[in-house]
């Protein structure tokens, strides 16, 4: 048994990082464990960004080849082919290589003093008297222990070690399972638009997407609560009325399967000497699957309070509570807003979202939206823009819809 770290950070991915980096900074001894040999690989997730959630972490501008491409709209296609194109004055998402991004902030947190054991995997967590006191580590075949006075858990959506230190699963209704690709010659692409695709013929409680690289190679993937992703995305790219004209000659490649969890955070985060982030938290948008700028901005909190309650020598539940509390003051209005979106997306039929779209190019709601600079926080966005007429009148639609469809 060693006794390594003030804290156990479990997963190398973004919100593991940045708890890390936020941590040792402040001095605090951190080791990262991480199962994969190599930081960021393999990349399941197209890190399609905001600029402005970047920019809140002191993370934009990125340092060259992190950035791939940056966008000024998106253009959402209903399920029966109709076009809805939003258009903005500059530049209000961009695409990271989310392999470079990850490795950037393991470098950073490694700069600010954290250590790194790649190729280690966790299987379990040690608890003694009802308090996580570190962890076992599957390393070359061997399983040591390492103990620590906090673990932070951000080990993504599988979230195996939850149950251990006495918190809920996440919810596995809300799961979806995705694909994830890059393509190679599409055609007719605006480099500055990301097109989004509704329909459950294609991805049924979620949506396809082309995100450019730039004119003519992009990442495409879609999620889907049934069926098969490599088959429908096949199906997608084959007989999709809009996309496969784009596709029909273009070439496939790094095609990677994960899952998202929308169903919003677990319903509480911390327990005696651990907490979770990220994903393995549930810190995901339920609307769209984000989870990078969440997640962070989760890792971040965490690592504030982790710091307070090491320095005060108390990991208790009691402590570590004010981890909860801040980040649900941060995020909790707007998580709730998401996840009643997705439950009202999730039973629309393609005739009703056809409808709602139809309505949206009815009343110009492009035209409200066209000041849009906030994309994480939104339930806040959507109170900014009920001042607009066009925006009350596809809100009233879609609250109609709500209370017709969730009696
Ligand atoms: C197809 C797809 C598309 C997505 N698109 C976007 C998007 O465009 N924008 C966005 O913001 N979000 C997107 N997401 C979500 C985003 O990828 C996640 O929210 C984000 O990666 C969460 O970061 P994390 O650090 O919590 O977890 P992860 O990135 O999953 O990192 C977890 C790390 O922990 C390691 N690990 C796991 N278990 C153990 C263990 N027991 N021991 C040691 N190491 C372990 C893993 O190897 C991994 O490196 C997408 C997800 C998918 C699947």
């Known amino acids: 048994m060693k006794t390594v770290s003030d804290a156990a950070v479990v997963g190398g991915g973004p919100c593991g990082s940045f708890a890390a980096y936020n941590l040792a900074r402040l001095g605090f001894v951190v080791t990262v464990f991480e199962e994969h040999h190599e930081i960021g690989v393999p990349s399941h997730c197209p890190g399609h960004l905001s600029i ?12 060259k080849g992190i950035i791939v491409n940056t966008f000024t709209g ?29 490795r950037h902030l393991a470098e950073m947190a490694e700069h600010a003093g954290a250590h790194y054991q790649l190729g280690s995997r966790v299987d379990s967590l040690i608890v003694k008297d009802g308090y996580v006191k570190g962890v076992a580590v599957r390393q070359n075949g061997n399983t040591e222990e390492f103990l620590a006075r906090l673990v932070i858990d951000a080990e993504g959506v599988s979230s195996r070690l939850l149950k251990q230190s006495g918190l809920n699963a996440l919810d596995r209704s809300m799961v979806v399972n995705a694909v994830q690709a890059r393509i190679r010659n599409v055609k007719d692409m605006e480099s500055n638009m990301v097109e989004v695709f509704l329909g459950n013929d294609y991805a049924p409680g979620f949506y396809a997407w082309l995100i450019p690289e730039n004119d003519d190679e992009a990442k495409v993937g879609l999620a889907a609560r049934t069926g098969n992703p490599r088959e429908l995305l096949q199906r997608f790219i084959l007989k999709h009325s809009i996309a496969s004209k784009k596709l029909t000659s273009a070439k496939l490649s790094q095609m990677v399967f994960h899952p998202i ?13 651990f907490l979770a982030v990220g994903d393995a938290a549930s810190q995901v948008k339920p609307t769209t699957g984000g989870g990078v700028i969440f997640g962070m901005s989760c890792a971040k909190i965490a690592a504030d309070v982790a710091s307070e309650a090491l320095r005060a020598n108390d990991v208790s539940s009691r402590s570590l509570s004010e981890y909860q509390k801040r980040w649900t003051n941060v995020w909790g209005f707007d998580v709730k807003t998401m996840l009643r979106m997705r439950k009202l997306l999730n039973r629309m039929s393609d005739e009703t979202m056809d409808n709602a779209i139809n309505l949206c190019r009815r009343v110009g709601l492009n035209k409200a939206l066209e000041g849009v600079q906030e994309i994480d926080f939104q339930g806040q966005s959507l109170l900014h823009f009920m001042r607009s007429p066009r925006m009350l009148t596809t809100l009233g639609y879609f609250l109609y819809l709500y209370l017709s469809i969730n009696p």
């Open 52 to 63: 402005k959630g970047l920019k809140s972490l002191g993370q934009y501008p990125l340092g």
């Open 74 to 102: 998106a253009n959402l296609c209903s399920p029966s082919g109709k076009e809805f194109s939003v258009h903005l004055s500059s530049p209000v998402t961009c695409t990271v290589d989310r392999a470079s991004f990850d």
């Open 261 to 273: 969890t929308l169903g919003g955070p677990i319903p509480k985060s911390f327990s005696n000497g």
